[in-house]
């Protein structure tokens, strides 16, 4: 059996030499290589809707309609016998905008000054406001870093940290907060470093290309099966992200439902054969060779104690810890420096088709050319060595003739508004994805967005001014309509959603009066169990952040780790950071209530709102309704503050009490769902 296995392994290597052997051959031009043809597409292929151009399409006339937008909705609704909500309430409206735009609930101060204001722009002025506030940014930079799976750390059994990836993040809350152009903002993330790699913004930009998890084989990142990796990567998310289509199914084999060959996928990713890694470290030589000097002697020290600390006794281990935390004080600070991308034309990788996928079957040699489908018949496709590729790939995507990235956006901008997207596949328009419920509208909104100079706040306030979005979420036609569209496609109501997992953190912390609003800057790694640590495989060490305060902070600025999503996180859907996440999931379960009932972040938040509470309000019932307009929004209903005054009264100014009814009133429907 020994010498049968030794034969096997050896003609293993044999063939796996001759693979890399001929791959270099065809690289340097030594051998013949047989050029994959172009191919051809059938009409009904290119005929289907979203390869076809956008259409012209002018709003229908409807009695009252003065939005385009309540057009086409009110369009929709007379055709399939259904009428809108009638309007929500102001309160109701304030809080679902605030939170909608900036991921954070309205001050109760808010909230009254809106009510009260009676002029006929008072919703107009609070949506300008809101728009033009620095924390919109956050939230929409959040939505789409859940799109281009943004994380800081590799993935895989290293999943090492990234310590420089959060300056993408920054760069994006930016972009958002400056409006910037989208074809722009498209541009910068696919070639930045093109464009011009002297501008530290545009390089940070091109930190997209490596944003997608990262294998690495005993720290060798050039085996040839981790740079087939990479590739993949990069060219899976321009599908996903930009295009709205499923490319990435193409890599094995032409794609079994939509119009994309086996060779399309390859001639895509030959627009990243030249793309390399390139950290910018900004530090002197002399202070990298200090600071490796100064960390490498740590990190070795605390490999040694965490491997012992595996295998030690549990008397021992507090002891191995307390070694642990003292090394990690001294830990220093990572140097500056830029996770970016260069083109290297020594180092181009040579493209081919792969016999399904397996890098160590090349078959076909391939140039790079963008999606055939949605070019004429037989365009020729570019050299992998061409200057600037990822240049050439970003002015395909962007050129307003390309159908798919306007609709694939506003689509994506209507579904965080409206919970669900007139193509309910954000990431997928193909035949497999959902059909638009009112393409007429989708290709309006796109149109607008092209013609308005790719600007997404003026989107947002077409649509936020329209009557559709003011809707209440409850209808008096509910039961008819549900037969009808229980989707609520056509949007015949608001529908209702429960809040993100980062947006339920932070009203926690915004209601406690807790919230550290510093904007950017380095991540925060918050202290996590021992049991947690435990599941972090070599060489991984988590290390809290040393100013407490940052503890603090927005949810979205928390280190974004592969390999150990928080617990709090992972119970309300967070996404997994692996893949391109279009939608955050809405699933409800108990662990979420015993998240909340029990967890340390909810009754530690808990006990600091009813401190707040205590301090700011002098009896029980100014502090119920403070508690409600703070949490919720709103004063308490009757039943609702009868009922709590009875429980506080029970044990007059019990702080156990108070702190309960603060953890209640994290709990209510009221805090966690916006109508």
Not at 12 to 23: A, D, E, G, I, Y
């Amino acid at each position: 059996m020994r010498k049968i296995y030794d034969s096997l392994r050896k003609d293993l290597m044999m063939k796996q030499l001759c693979v890399v052997l001929l791959m270099s051959a065809l690289a340097l031009g030594g051998a013949e290589e047989k050029v994959a043809p172009l191919g051809t597409y059938k009409p009904a292929e290119r005929n289907y809707w979203a390869f076809q151009p956008r259409k012209k399409v002018a709003p229908p006339t409807v009695a009252g309609a003065k939005n385009p937008i309540d057009a086409f909705i009110g369009d929709g609704l007379r055709k399939a016998g259904l009428r809108a909500a009638p309007p929500a309430s102001k309160e109701t409206l304030i809080r679902r905008v605030t939170f909608d735009l900036t991921g954070l609930p309205p001050t109760p101060a808010e909230i009254k000054a809106f009510v009260a204001d009676q002029s006929p722009n008072a919703w107009e002025k609070l949506v300008d406001r809101l728009l033009a506030s620095p924390r919109y940014g956050e939230q929409w930079g959040r939505h789409w870093l859940d799109v281009v799976r943004f994380a800081e750390s590799d993935g895989y059994e290293y999943d090492m940290h990234r310590p420089d990836a959060y300056r993408f993040r920054d760069y994006v809350v930016k972009s958002f907060n400056d409006d910037k152009p989208y074809n722009q903002f498209v541009k910068e993330q696919l070639a930045g470093d093109e464009i011009d790699p002297n501008d530290e913004t545009l390089m940070v930009a091109s930190g997209f290309n490596r944003l997608g998890p990262l294998r690495k084989n005993a720290g060798n990142q050039d085996v040839a099966s981790s740079r087939n990796e990479v590739l993949t990567e990069m060219t899976n998310v321009v599908g996903s992200a930009f295009l709205g289509v499923t490319v990435g199914c193409s890599r094995c084999h032409d794609h079994k439902f939509d119009p994309f060959r086996q060779s399309d996928y390859y001639r895509l990713q030959g627009f990243f054969a030249q793309t390399q890694a390139n950290d910018l470290i900004r530090a002197s030589a002399e202070e990298q060779a200090a600071y490796k000097a100064t960390v490498d002697p740590l990190q070795t020290e605390i490999r040694q104690l965490q491997f012992k600390m595996r295998r030690a006794a549990e008397e021992e281990k507090g002891k191995i810890q307390t070694q642990l935390d003292a090394l990690d004080e001294k830990m220093p600070l990572p140097l500056t420096a830029i996770y970016a991308v260069k083109n290297d034309p020594k180092q181009v990788s040579p493209v081919h088709l792969l016999f399904k996928g397996d890098y160590l079957q090349p078959l076909d040699a391939v140039g790079a050319r963008p999606l055939g489908i949605l070019l004429p018949e037989a365009t020729p496709e570019y050299s992998t060595t061409v200057e600037k590729p990822r240049t050439k790939l970003a002015d395909w995507v962007i050129d307003p003739a390309n159908p798919l990235p306007a609709r694939v956006m506003v689509n994506r901008v209507w579904q965080y508004h409206f919970g669900r997207g007139i193509v309910s596949t954000p990431n997928d328009f193909g035949r497999m994805g959902g059909k638009p419920s009112n393409p007429e509208l989708l290709d309006n909104l796109a149109n607008t967005f092209v013609d308005g100079g790719w600007k997404l706040k003026p989107i947002h306030r077409m649509i936020l001014l329209s009557n559709a979005y003011k809707q209440a979420s409850e209808s008096p036609i509910e039961k008819v309509a549900m037969t009808k569209d229980a989707e609520n496609a056509l949007l015949w109501k608001f529908s209702r959603r429960r809040l993100e997992a980062e947006e339920i953190r932070d009203a926690m912390l915004t209601a406690s009066g807790r919230l550290n609003g510093k904007y950017g800057g380095h991540s925060v790694l918050i202290p996590i169990s021992q049991d947690l640590t435990k599941m972090l495989k070599r060489p991984q060490y988590w290390v809290a952040t040393k100013d407490k305060s940052e503890y603090d902070r927005r949810t979205m600025y928390m280190i974004y780790k592969r390999n150990l999503i928080l617990p709090y996180m992972g119970v309300f859907d967070a996404p997994d950071l692996q893949l391109s996440c279009p939608r955050r999931e809405q699933s409800t379960h108990a662990p979420q209530a015993l998240e909340l009932l029990n967890g340390e972040l909810s009754n530690d938040l808990a006990k600091a709102f009813a401190d707040r509470l205590a301090e700011s309000a002098k009896t029980d019932a100014e502090r119920v309704d403070q508690a409600w307009w703070l949490a919720v929004g709103r004063a308490p209903t009757l039943k609702e503050k009868q009922l709590t005054l009875k429980y506080l009264q029970e044990k007059p100014g019990d702080a156990l009490r108070l702190k309960e009814m603060a953890l209640d009133v994290f709990n209510l429907n009221a805090f966690l769902y916006v109508n």
